[in-house]
């Protein structure tokens, strides 16, 4: 088999992804076992550059078992000679269970890695394309990994710190392991002196109230705004279509100072009806961007044998407009949703009575020196999962509606 630019490029690519898991993986076996060691990424990315490059000798399109077989042992195999036996600078001695089900986790990932990024290229000589879609190839995945670690990384060390004791937190910070063999009262202790000391439950009631009202009245008013400004004829129109966003100008800190000294005369700040005025006034208009939108690309002559037959034009826009809108609708609900349950900076400096403090406020109360950080991070934990499982569960209708009326014809 002829060997040439292919077989040099499956090599670079096991090479980077054994440097890159052994940094991920090295990280998450010290927060796992609490064992602290320095991660041999030489060793990992001599281990990947060698199986890649097996693979790209003995199979051209997709390994058989045989091969990944021998891949599997070979990356093992360098790994544990240039690492000496000691891949994450441990003695073997030392969590000897954990360090071999993370050798084992990163044996596996450097495979599969490169297994995906190299499929379908042969170890000859490759064209440009060839290379050119390689590369991008392994930076897709380098950036998924990269975003993927950030984003679930800090919420992994919040939900471990929120599960650990004030004593295993001071004796060592970095040791995220979870003895599942305590009691369930002890495990979550956090969590019930949460809801039962610190009054979290009257927070997520707040939280909600404020939320499902923002929703509300953020419809009601960018429903018809939307629907006016992509149907109807007025003098402005065009003027009023392209500047509905313009409120996003002015940074909230600017804002705040007004509504503080304004809300305080009318008797509307330390209530949660002045967060129910502020937060649609900083929704709607997002609202009525997306909507219009969506409305301009349904058929308006739909709309138009509505009147025909008889309706009003609140008739076309409650029959056939909103029924035709529902996936904006949920999107837009969605995306309003999450800015008023997530919002700081407003219920920080209308809020003073704990009576009426949201999720965010009331996770701001808990950074003190009198409430242990387990409690902090377990108020983290429960501002961040109902509104993670909504997104999740929503996210189709989210990515729908932003793209709604992003392309004509």
């Given at each position: 088999?002829?060997?040439?630019?292919?077989?040099?490029?499956?090599?670079?690519?096991?090479?980077?992804?054994?440097?890159?898991?052994?940094?991920?993986?090295?990280?998450?076996?010290?927060?796992?076992?609490?064992?602290?060691?320095?991660?041999?990424?030489?060793?990992?990315?001599?281990?990947?550059?060698?199986?890649?490059?097996?693979?790209?000798?003995?199979?051209?399109?997709?390994?058989?078992?045989?091969?990944?077989?021998?891949?599997?042992?070979?990356?093992?195999?360098?790994l544990g000679a240039a690492s000496f036996g000691e891949p994450f600078g441990l003695a073997v001695s030392a969590a000897p269970v954990y360090?071999?089900?993370?050798?084992?986790?990163?044996?596996?990932?450097?495979?599969?890695?490169?297994?995906?990024?190299?499929?379908?290229?042969?170890?000859?000589?490759?064209?440009?394309?060839?290379?050119?879609?390689?590369?991008?190839?392994?930076?897709?995945?380098?950036?998924?990994?990269?975003?993927?670690?950030?984003?679930?990384?800090?919420?992994?060390?919040?939900?471990?710190?929120?599960?650990?004791?004030?004593?295993?937190?001071?004796?060592?910070?970095?040791?995220?392991?979870?003895?599942?063999?305590?009691?369930?009262?002890?495990?979550?202790?956090?969590?019930?002196?949460?809801?039962?000391?610190?009054?979290?439950?009257?927070?997520?009631?707040?939280?909600?109230?404020?939320?499902?009202?923002?929703?509300?009245?953020?419809?009601?008013?960018?429903?018809?705004?939307?629907?006016?400004?992509?149907?109807?004829?007025?003098?402005?129109?065009?003027?009023?279509?392209?500047?509905?966003?313009?409120?996003?100008?002015?940074?909230?800190?600017?804002?705040?100072?007004?509504?503080?000294?304004?809300?305080?005369?009318?008797?509307?700040?330390?209530?949660?009806?002045?967060?129910?005025?502020?937060?649609?006034?900083?929704?709607?208009?997002?609202?009525?961007?997306?909507?219009?939108?969506?409305?301009?690309?349904?058929?308006?002559?739909?709309?138009?044998?509505?009147?025909?037959?008889?309706?009003?034009?609140?008739?076309?826009?409650?029959?056939?407009?909103?029924?035709?809108?529902?996936?904006a609708l949920a999107s837009v609900s969605l995306y309003v949703f999450m800015i008023a349950w997530n919002e700081f900076l407003f219920a920080?400096?209308?809020?003073?009575?704990?009576?009426?403090?949201?999720?965010?406020?009331?996770?701001?109360?808990?950074?003190?020196?009198?409430?242990?950080?387990?409690?902090?991070?377990?108020?983290?934990?429960?501002?961040?999962?109902?509104?993670?499982?909504?997104?999740?569960?929503?996210?189709?209708?989210?990515?729908?509606?932003?793209?709604?009326?992003?392309?004509?014809?």
């Amino acid at each position: 088999m002829r060997i040439g630019s292919g077989a040099i490029a499956g090599v670079l690519t096991g090479a980077v992804w054994g440097a890159a898991w052994m940094i991920v993986i090295g990280v998450l076996f010290m927060f796992v076992s609490g064992a602290i060691g320095v991660p041999r990424v030489g060793a990992a990315a001599l281990a990947g550059a060698v199986g890649a490059g097996l693979m790209m000798v003995l199979g051209e399109d997709r390994p058989a078992l045989g091969v990944a077989i021998a891949g599997l042992t070979t990356i093992l195999i360098v790994l544990g000679a240039a690492s000496f036996g000691e891949p994450f600078g441990l003695a073997v001695s030392a969590a000897p269970v954990y360090q071999a089900l993370f050798a084992a986790l990163l044996i596996g990932l450097i495979w599969i890695s490169s297994h995906l990024c190299l499929k379908g290229f042969s170890a000859g000589p490759l064209p440009r394309y060839q290379l050119e879609s390689l590369f991008i190839r392994v930076m897709k995945g380098l950036g998924l990994l990269f975003f993927s670690v950030l984003v679930a990384l800090p919420f992994y060390v919040m939900v471990m710190t929120s599960l650990k004791s004030q004593q295993a937190l001071l004796a060592n910070p970095l040791d995220l392991s979870i003895d599942l063999s305590q009691a369930p009262a002890d495990l979550f202790r956090s969590y019930i002196e949460l809801f039962t000391t610190y009054g979290f439950g009257t927070f997520l009631v707040n939280s909600a109230i404020v939320s499902v009202a923002t929703v509300i009245l953020t419809l009601l008013f960018s429903v018809p705004g939307a629907y006016a400004v992509a149907r109807l004829k007025f003098p402005g129109q065009a003027f009023l279509s392209r500047s509905i966003l313009l409120i996003y100008m002015v940074p909230a800190i600017v804002l705040v100072i007004p509504l503080y000294s304004a809300f305080s005369q009318m008797g509307l700040r330390n209530t949660l009806t002045g967060l129910m005025i502020v937060y649609p006034a900083t929704t709607i208009p997002v609202a009525l961007y997306m909507l219009q939108g969506y409305f301009r690309g349904i058929p308006a002559e739909l709309e138009e044998a509505g009147l025909m037959d008889g309706l009003s034009r609140l008739g076309v826009i409650l029959k056939i407009t909103l029924p035709l809108s529902l996936p904006a609708l949920a999107s837009v609900s969605l995306y309003v949703f999450m800015i008023a349950w997530n919002e700081f900076l407003f219920a920080f400096m209308f809020l003073d009575n704990v009576d009426i403090f949201t999720l965010s406020r009331g996770v701001v109360s808990l950074n003190s020196s009198e409430v242990p950080r387990q409690h902090l991070m377990a108020g983290a934990v429960v501002a961040t999962i109902p509104v993670l499982i909504i997104f999740l569960w929503f996210e189709r209708f989210l990515v729908a509606g932003l793209t709604a009326g992003s392309v004509k014809g």
